[in-house]
């Protein structure tokens, strides 16, 4: 999709900053965006304003664990799956299509096989950016990797460790018929980077953002996300 003030001139590179913002830095308030873009707080206003009505944003009440002061806590703005789509899912039909196509003739393995392949580029590359930015934590190599292909991926602190924030996923609109791509994902995530992980949100989901867990206290007697390879489950089977 385009966004559809393309047609209205001299905004439109203006109002694709204000999404691409969104989209990088997830849900925003008006005021963040403003500082974000150097841009007045009415301005972002008039192209929030614009970006509702095309149906690319969506207004939403706070987080109930944000800092309040007085009065009405500002509202954010996050990206709906109309505005995703005019981000880089240009394929998404064909390639539903294709995986049923797969699934109908292979079956669910051949499924889990094609998304351990696919995410077969975060080990390749996850000890090469390791190697060429050694000042960067094990996450924060993965992050890199990730935001190479396209997730704007970052590191944040949570509250039992750091969390991998992707705030775009190529494949959302795929993953939502076809989890298997997600966890594939996650089981590569806890391979790199030798530890469990947990997957707590997902844009495929109707999440804002991808959100993985990685804990700073060993988690050997859970069971949430083992780090075993799609193709050693089915060895196991």
Not at 4 to 31: F, K, M, N, Y
Not at 135 to 154: H, I, N, Q, W
Not at 169 to 174: A, D, E, I, L, R
Request: include cysteine; charged fraction near 25%.
């Amino acid at each position: 999709m385009e966004f559809e003030g393309a047609r209205s001139g001299g905004d439109q590179p203006t109002r694709q900053r204000v999404a691409r913002s969104i989209l990088v830095d997830g849900p925003s308030t008006a005021a963040a965006l403003a500082q974000r873009l150097a841009l007045t707080p009415a301005a972002v206003r008039r192209h929030l304003d614009q970006l509702v009505e095309e149906g690319a944003v969506e207004a939403r009440e706070p987080s109930t664990t944000a800092v309040r002061g007085r009065g009405r806590p500002a509202k954010v703005f996050a990206l709906t799956s109309v505005g995703r789509d005019s981000f880089d899912q240009q394929y998404d039909d064909l390639a539903v299509q294709a995986l049923r196509f797969l699934r109908e003739t292979g079956g669910e393995k051949a499924v889990r096989e094609f998304a351990g392949r696919r995410v077969a580029f975060i080990q390749e590359r996850f000890g090469e950016v390791a190697e060429q930015h050694p000042e960067l934590s094990p996450v924060e190599s993965l992050a890199r990797v990730l935001t190479d292909e396209g997730y704007a991926a970052a590191v944040r602190d949570g509250p039992v460790g750091e969390q991998l924030c992707q705030q775009h996923c190529p494949v959302s609109h795929v993953a939502h018929e076809f989890p298997q791509l997600c966890e594939a994902e996650t089981e590569a995530f806890a391979a790199v980077l030798g530890s469990h992980v947990q997957r707590l949100a997902t844009i495929a989901h109707g999440d804002g953002v991808c959100t993985t867990c990685i804990p700073t206290v060993p988690a050997a007697s859970t069971s949430t996300t083992p780090s075993t390879s799609i193709e050693e489950k089915e060895k196991v089977r």
